[in-house]
C-alpha cells in the first residue's frame, strides 16, 4: 500500500506503519523481526522529494515513531535518516512537522546518539525565532527546551546558546505571554543544561524580564517560567549573585505608576530569591519590614509589603514576628487605599507561612479592632484562598476550622457590604474543605432576623460551588431550598443575592436545582416585573427625579432566565417562561438588551414555543426599533440608542430564521411595515449580512 500510486492510499499506509510502531514494544514480545521493514518502508518514501504534501508528512511523523520507539533496533541507520531530517527541517514546507518529531526523539527513553546532527538542528531553530509564523515559533521553542533539557551539555549544542538567547529575548514580551512563557522555559533549561550561560542570560535575558515584569498581564504560564528560570539562576552552579538579582527586581518595583499585579509578580520573583538564600535572609527580610513605615514613597512600602507577604508564604518569619506585625498593623492605618490593601495581603500571606504564629493573632485583631475590620478579614480571606486549594493547606486550615466558623458567623450581619462580601467567600471556601459542618450551618442562617446576614449566606452559596470537590453537591441538593426560599425574601439585597447565586448555580451546577426549580420558577418570574413600591422620588431642589431600586433584582431574574433556558430547558414551562419577555422588552436599556438575547437563545432552543408566543412580542420590539432619542439628548444617548435599535434587530433575524415563522401573520405585516422600510432595512440587511457571514 505504501507504493500506491495514488497519494492517499500510501500516506494512510505510513500512518498506519506509525501506529504500529507505537503498539510493537511490548514487553515479552519480540518484535525485532518486524522493526527492519517497516524501516524500510518509511525510508524509501522518506528520501523522496517530488512526491505529495501529505505522503512527506506522513513519512516525517512515521519516521518520528520508528525512531523514538524502536530506534535501538535500528541503531546503525539511524544516522542516516537523521541527516535526512535535518535536510527536511531546512525545508519551508516540510520543517514544521520535523521540529515535532525532532522533539518527540529528544524525549525518547532511549536516549537517542543526536550528537552528529545536534549543532545544525539548534542552528535551523534558532533562526526560525526570527521568522513571524505563530505556530512555527511555539513549535521551536517546545522543541529547544526538550533538545536542551536532554542534550544541552554537548559541546555542539552550547556553542549556539548565545545566538539562541539573543533570539529568545526578543520574544519576551507581554505581546505575547504564551511564547513569553515558552521562551523563558527554554532560557531555564539552557541554564540547567550549561550553567556558564548565566551571565548572558543577566546581560541578554533579564533586560526584557523587567519590561514584563511591569505588565498588569504577567499571570499563569508565563510568570510560572519566569520564577523558575530565577530559581535556576541562584541555584545553579554559575552561583550567581542573589544581591545582583535583587537589586534589579527593587529598581523595577521602586518605580512609580505600577500596578498592583506588577507588585505581585516583583514580590514573588523576590520571595523565590529569598527563599533559597538561608544565610543572608534575615538582613533583606528586615530591610522590607523597615521600609513599611520608613521615611520611603509609596512604591517602596507597596514593594515592601507585598514582598513579606510572598516571603512570609514560603519562608517562617516568626522570628521577625514582634516588628512584623505592629509595621503590618500601622500601614492599616495609612492614607492610601492601596497600601492598607498590600498590608491586609501581607498578614495573611505571613499567616500561610506559620499558622500557629500569625493565624491567632489575625483572629484576635478581627474581634478586637472593629474599624480594621474590612482588611483583616481580608487578610482572613487571603489565608483561606490560598490554603484551601492544596490538600495539605486544608490540613492546616483544619485544627482552626470551628473557630473561623464562628468568627466569620459573627460578621455576616455587618452593614457594610464590601465586608459581608469578603466574609461570604470566606464562608463558601470553607465550605469546600468541611461541606457537611458548614452547609447546613449556613442554611440554619437563612431565616434569621437579620436581613444582613441572609445576604451574606445567600452570597456564600457561589463561593461554595466548585468542580473541584465533587463531595459538595449531595450536601448542596440537601440543603439548596433553604437558599432559593430566599428569592421570596421581603428584603431587596437578600432577593438580589439568591438570584445571583440562583443563575451561578443554574450555570456551574444545574443538577442541585434540577428537581426543585418548577417551585421556584413563580417567584424568579415575579421579580421580572416594575413594581411601583420599588420606585421612589429624590427631591433635588430644582426637581424631583425618580430612583428604581428594582433594576438590579429585574436584571438579575433575567440573567437566571437567560442561564435556564441553556441548562434546566427541560424543567421550564416555555409559555409562562415567554409571559414573562414583553415586560422586559420594555424595560430600561440594559434589561431590553438582555431580553433580545434571551428570544435569540430561545429561536435557537425552542423555535416552535417562541411562535407560540411570538404575537405578544411584536408591540415592544416595534417600539424599540422606532424608538428615537430626545431632542436635547447627548452623543452617548444617542449611541446608546442606536445599539438599542440593532440589539433588537439582532433578535428579530433569529427570530426569522425559524422554520414556521411565515405563519406568524403579525410577526409578517411588522416586517414588512416597519424593518424593512427606509433606514431600518438597510440596518436590517447589515445584521442579515453579518450573521450570514459566521
Same mark, same amino acid.
Given at each position: ?41 518509511? *525510508? ?25 520507539? *524502536? ?155 519566569? *520564577? ?213 450551618? *449556613? ?252
Amino acid at each position: 500500500a505504501a507504493d500506491d500510486r495514488y497519494y492517499k492510499i500510501t500516506a494512510e499506509a505510513l500512518r498506519v506503519c506509525s501506529q504500529i510502531s507505537r503498539i510493537l514494544p511490548i514487553e515479552g514480545f519480540d518484535y525485532s523481526p518486524y522493526v527492519f521493514p517497516l524501516y524500510q518502508v518509511m *525510508l524509501e518514501r522518506l528520501k523522496l522529494l517530488d512526491i505529495d504534501q501529505e505522503v512527506k508528512e506522513a513519512s516525517i511523523e512515521c519516521c518520528g515513531n520508528i525512531v523514538t520507539l *524502536l530506534g535501538d533496533k535500528i541503531e546503525p541507520e539511524i544516522g542516516v535518516v537523521l541527516k535526512i531530517l535535518v535536510d527536511r527541517l531546512g525545508n519551508e514546507v516540510t520543517r514544521l512537522a520535523t521540529i515535532k518529531v525532532f522533539e518527540q526523539i529528544a524525549g525518547s527513553r532511549l536516549k537517542i546518539d543526536l550528537a552528529p546532527v545536534l549543532g545544525d538542528v539548534v542552528k535551523l531553530l534558532s533562526g526560525f525565532l526570527k521568522k513571524h509564523n505563530r505556530q512555527l515559533k511555539q513549535a521551536t521553542l517546545s522543541c529547544l527546551s526538550a533538545l536542551v533539557k536532554n542534550y544541552g551539555k554537548t559541546k555542539s549544542a552550547s556553542a549556539q546558546y548565545e545566538s539562541v538567547l539573543k533570539e529568545l529575548a526578543t520574544l519576551i514580551s507581554e505581546q505575547d505571554l504564551h511564547l513569553s512563557h515558552l521562551a523563558l522555559r527554554a532560557c531555564a533549561a539552557i541554564l540547567h543544561s550549561y550553567s556558564r550561560s548565566a551571565e548572558k542570560i543577566k546581560t541578554i535575558i533579564l533586560p526584557q524580564c523587567y519590561e514584563l515584569l511591569k505588565s498588569s498581564l504577567l499571570q499563569g504560564l508565563a510568570l510560572e517560567s519566569l *520564577l523558575a528560570l530565577y530559581k535556576e539562576l541562584v541555584t545553579s552552579k554559575a552561583k550567581v549573585s542573589p544581591d545582583t538579582l535583587l537589586a534589579g527586581l527593587t529598581a523595577v518595583g521602586n518605580q512609580d505608576n505600577l500596578s498592583k499585579q506588577s507588585y505581585h509578580s516583583i514580590a514573588h520573583c523576590v520571595a523565590v530569591l529569598v527563599a533559597k538564600q538561608e544565610s543572608g535572609r534575615e538582613p533583606i527580610v528586615n530591610k522590607f519590614v523597615t521600609d513599611i513605615i520608613g521615611d520611603k514613597k509609596e512604591s517602596e512600602k507597596l514593594l515592601a509589603l507585598y514582598c513579606i507577604g510572598e516571603i512570609g508564604r514560603r519562608v517562617d518569619l516568626s522570628a521577625n514576628k514582634d516588628m512584623l506585625k505592629k509595621n503590618i498593623l500601622k500601614s492599616f492605618d495609612s492614607q492610601s487605599e492601596e497600601i492598607k490593601t498590600a498590608a491586609s495581603v501581607a498578614f495573611g500571606c505571613v499567616a500561610v507561612g506559620n499558622m500557629a504564629t500569625f493565624f491567632p493573632d489575625i483572629i484576635v485583631e478581627v474581634s478586637s479592632n472593629p474599624k480594621r475590620q474590612y482588611l483583616l478579614l481580608g487578610s482572613l480571606r487571603e489565608v483561606i484562598v490560598r490554603l484551601s486549594s492544596s490538600s495539605k493547606g486544608k490540613g492546616k486550615l483544619a485544627k482552626f476550622l470551628e473557630h473561623l466558623m464562628n468568627l466569620l458567623i459573627e460578621h455576616t450581619g455587618t452593614e457594610e457590604e464590601g465586608t459581608r462580601n469578603v466574609v461570604s467567600e470566606c464562608l463558601g471556601k470553607l465550605a469546600l474543605i468541611e461541606p457537611t459542618a458548614i452547609i447546613p450551618e *449556613l442554611s440554619k442562617r437563612t431565616t434569621v432576623k437579620s436581613g444582613n446576614t441572609r445576604a451574606c449566606v445567600a452570597t456564600a452559596l457561589k463561593s461554595a460551588i466548585s468542580d473541584k470537590n465533587p463531595s459538595v453537591d449531595p450536601v448542596l441538593i440537601e440543603n439548596i431550598s433553604f437558599f432559593l426560599n430566599l428569592i421570596s425574601d421581603p428584603i431587596i439585597v437578600v432577593r438580589k443575592a439568591a438570584l445571583l447565586s440562583l443563575n451561578y448555580c443554574a450555570h456551574h451546577k444545574p443538577q442541585i436545582i434540577y428537581d426543585l426549580l418548577p417551585k421556584y420558577l413563580p417567584a424568579l418570574y415575579g421579580e421580572t416585573k416594575i413594581k411601583k413600591e420599588l420606585i421612589r422620588e429624590v427631591d433635588l431642589g430644582p426637581f424631583k427625579h425618580k430612583v428604581d431600586d428594582g433594576i438590579e433584582l429585574r436584571q438579575a431574574a433575567f440573567e437566571a432566565m437567560y442561564t435556564l433556558l441553556d441548562t434546566c430547558l427541560s424543567r421550564l414551562i416555555l409559555p409562562e417562561f415567554i409571559e414573562q419577555l414583553p415586560s422586559g422588552l420594555g424595560d430600561v436599556y440594559d434589561i431590553q438588551m438582555l431580553n433580545h438575547l434571551i428570544l435569540a437563545r430561545l429561536a435557537k432552543k425552542a423555535p416552535a414555543a417562541l411562535i407560540a408566543g411570538l404575537e405578544t412580542l411584536v408591540d415592544p420590539l416595534r417600539t424599540a426599533v422606532t424608538s428615537k432619542p430626545k431632542e436635547a439628548a447627548v452623543k452617548q444617548q444617542v449611541e446608546r440608542n442606536e445599539e438599542l435599535i440593532r440589539s433588537s434587530l439582532r433578535a428579530i433575524v433569529s427570530i426569522s430564521k425559524m422554520d414556521g415563522v411565515e405563519n406568524s401573520v403579525k410577526f409578517q405585516d411588522f416586517l414588512r411595515s416597519t424593518v424593512t422600510q427606509g433606514t431600518l432595512n438597510e440596518k436590517y440587511e447589515t445584521i442579515l449580512k453579518e450573521q450570514a457571514d459566521k
